[in-house]
């Protein structure tokens, strides 16, 4: 059995973090059950959840800092985060089911570095920050540029995420994500689309962001897709063409949920939905 720790300071956790063959979490939801399964066995366990650092949203003048240790359901919740960024409330809303949504927390959402992770898609249109600290200091890098391949991030010895960082200043005036998946409920994505769109008075393009999951090693991104659709209304032609190019953009596998074939048609197909969105802002 593995040796269980809960410090209540940082103080106390970053000796702890020195000792050999130790894993930290917060929530547990993706930690226990490998413990479980077998397929993880530190000898030491480090649980976050009492670290007072590593809980809360605070609304600073650089930005909104959601700390590692919040909730899914809290996030969701936070009017902030409500008016904001709905986005990363439609894809909070829709991970696992309300149980894991109680414990489970962003940071171990981050951490794990799923390609099916619902909060990573949304971050990346987002380009959300990380914030990770050690005994000695702190630095803050692209979310992008943290989560380098599945269960793989720039986590550097005795350091941890504190948080993550998202700007106010997101011009966007529709958010919008979608996931497909097996069922309703308790479904971890086949493929998700994240997207931040802007309309001109027009009704042409004038910004979008993109991102998607679980249709390759990290999220995927296509700056020529969104290159293809800026300066354009969002007619059937355009999405059709745009669709195409994601189609070649996303790298998708086999695996028991799908097909890499089959996940890379949903991946272009999702695009259609931003024709709806378009409309008045509405979702599809």
Partial sequence: MPRWLLPER????????????????AGGTDVLVKLRAGSKSPRQLICLERIP?????????????????????????DPLIQARFPILVQALNVLGSPPIRNMGTIGGNICSASP???SLPPLYVLEAEVELCSRTAARRLPIRDFIQGPGQTALGPGEILIGVWISKNQRFSRQY???VGQRKALAIAIVSLAALLDLDSEGLV??????????????????????????RPLTLAALQKAAAEARRAVAPIDDVRATA???R????NLLHRLSLLAENGRRP
């Fill in 206 to 231: 004038a910004d979008i962001r993109l991102a998607w999951g679980s249709v390759g090693p990290t999220v995927v991104t296509a700056p020529a897709v969104e290159a293809g659709l800026r300066g």
């Fill in 116 to 118: 099916a992770g619902d």
């Fill in 53 to 77: 650092e590593l809980q809360g949203i605070e609304d600073r003048v650089d930005g909104v800092l959601i700390k590692a240790g919040t909730t899914h359901a809290r996030i969701a919740a």
């Fill in 265 to 268: 048609e949903v991946a272009g």
């Fill in 177 to 179: 994500y979608e996931k």
């Fill in 10 to 25: 940082l103080e106390i956790l970053w000796p702890a973090l020195e000792e050999p063959d130790t894993t930290v979490y």
């Fill in 261 to 263: 074939e089959y996940r």
